[in-house]
């Protein structure tokens, strides 16, 4: 039977409550409740894919278990998890400590932006890039989507689409996502940010997207998610952060990047067009200044 909490109250103590499950579990649910117990520290950082893979599961069976303890899904389960496991202070930033001076605070962030980069460097296949650069040229318009922290990176993805002359438009509500989505053709295309890979309403609006006829272009953390089974193209970020920070900023520096890096790929394989279009939108947003 599912176990609720009371409204408005965090979930506490997952552990103690899949102990306490345990016993009346089926064979399947009783797997995915021992990985969880036995690896909860690895859990906080992995996707639902992962865990379903590692437990011998589906997604669906990893959900009901996570219902079961009285939580929404699975990312409630990690937020508890990591609310038992981890110091409050990581939930500022995984690598500060309480008595950090500023100093101390700066190099940290600092660093951990840098890495961030540089690993996503090394993840991001050019190959890949490539393809979503031909993608994109090819289509007669493209949707972008994002949804919580990254709806500023798909902001600055549309608004610099644009700015280089591609017919872009900007779904940062789910509702608008779904419908657009469900409009796309063949010669569309959409692009997704989502660190996690994981989140309802992007997974809904890819997946849509893909059922459409779209190509749809995945900017997201390397490793298994749900939403790779509707992405025909994907750029990884390797963003070290545990996910289950919901404003994560090394994720979003990583993004920021790979977009960067996207719309330079376009800007550069249609040089005159986008030359000229920067060139014109550069007299309008002149009026803008004092």
């Known amino acids: 039977m599912r176990r609720t909490p009371s409204e408005g109250q965090p979930l506490l103590g997952v552990v103690d409550r899949i102990r306490a499950l345990r016993p009346e579990l089926p064979p399947i649910a009783g797997r995915i409740a021992d990985f969880i117990a036995d690896n909860a520290a690895e859990v906080i950082h992995m996707s639902i894919t992962e865990v379903a893979e590692r437990s011998g599961a589906s997604e669906g069976s990893v959900i009901g278990l996570c219902q079961q303890l009285g939580a929404r899904g699975f990312q409630q389960v990690k937020i508890a998890l990591a609310r038992d496991l ?5 939930f500022i930033h995984e690598d500060l400590a309480e008595s ?6 700066v ?6 932006g840098l890495q961030a980069m540089q690993d996503t460097m090394k ?5 890949e890039l490539a393809r979503a650069v031909e993608a994109i040229r090819a289509a ?3 949707e ?3 949804i919580g922290s990254a709806a500023p990176i798909a902001e600055d993805a549309n608004y610099r689409l644009l700015r280089i002359g591609i017919n872009a438009r900007l779904g940062v509500d789910s509702h608008l996502q779904a419908i657009t989505a469900s409009l796309c053709t063949r010669e569309s295309a959409v692009l997704t940010i989502s660190h996690s890979g994981s989140t309802v309403e992007t997974l809904t609006a890819t997946r849509l997207a893909k059922e459409a006829g779209a190509t749809t272009i995945v900017i997201t953390n390397f ?3 749900p939403i790779l089974e509707y992405a025909d193209i994907v750029l990884n970020t390797m963003a070290r952060e545990t ?3 919901t404003e994560a900023m090394t994720s979003r520096i990583a993004q920021l990047a790979i977009v960067d890096t996207l719309i330079a790929g376009l800007a550069l394989a249609d040089y005159g067009r986008s030359l000229a279009t920067l060139e014109r939108t550069f007299e309008v947003l002149a009026d803008k200044r004092v």
């Open 144 to 146: 972008v989507f994002g």
């Open 243 to 245: 996910q289950f920070r």
């Open 86 to 90: 981890v110091q409050p202070v990581q």
């Open 100 to 105: 950090d001076d500023l100093s101390t605070v």
């Open 107 to 112: 190099f940290k962030i600092f660093g951990s």
């Open 223 to 225: 490793g298994r998610s």
């Open 140 to 142: 007669n318009r493209v």
């Open 123 to 127: 993840a991001l296949s050019v190959a």
